[in-house]
C-alpha cells in the first residue's frame, strides 16, 4: 500500500516556475515506478512525465518535454516534478501516481494504482 501527498502548486506568471512535490508513505516505495499526470477543466487526464524505480530511466509528454524535470529520492520517499517556462496550458490539477514495480514506467493512467489527491497549478498570461 502505497499512499501519496502532492504539494508545491499555485499561481505563477506564464514564463515562470513552480516545483511540485509528492511524499510517498510505504516501505517499498523505492521499488514503484512513478508518474505526474495532470487534467484541466473539460478534459481528460493526461501523461506528463514518468521515472523507474531508480530514477535513471525518465520520460515526458511532447508538450512538457525540455521544460519539465521529473526526479525522486527513494531515501527520503520523495518524487519532484520541476516546471520551468510556464504556460497558460499547463494550467491544470496534477497527479502523482505509483505504478508498478519496475525500471520502466507506464504512460497509461491505468497502470497506475496509487494517486495523489492532486495540487492545482494555475499559469497566468
Known amino acids: 500500500q502505497v499512499q501519496l501527498v502532492e504539494s508545491g502548486g499555485g499561481l505563477v506568471q506564464a514564463g515562470g516556475s513552480l516545483r511540485l512535490s509528492c511524499a510517498a508513505s510505504?516501505?517499498?516505495?523505492?521499488?514503484?515506478?512513478m508518474g505526474w499526470f495532470r487534467q484541466a477543466p473539460g478534459k481528460e487526464r493526461e501523461f506528463v512525465a514518468g521515472i523507474g524505480w531508480s530514477g535513471d530511466n525518465t520520460g515526458y509528454a511532447d508538450s512538457v518535454k525540455g521544460r519539465f524535470t521529473i526526479s525522486r529520492d527513494n531515501a527520503k520517499n520523495m518524487v519532484y516534478l520541476q516546471m520551468n517556462s510556464l504556460k497558460p496550458e499547463d494550467t491544470a490539477v496534477y497527479y502523482c501516481?505509483?505504478?508498478?514495480?519496475?525500471?520502466?514506467?507506464?504512460?497509461?493512467?491505468?497502470?497506475?494504482?496509487?494517486w495523489g489527491q492532486g495540487t492545482q497549478v494555475t499559469v497566468s498570461s
Open positions: 510505504g516501505r517499498t516505495f523505492s521499488s514503484y515506478a
Open positions: 501516481a505509483a505504478g508498478r514495480r519496475s525500471y520502466y514506467y507506464s504512460t497509461l493512467d491505468h497502470e497506475y494504482n496509487y
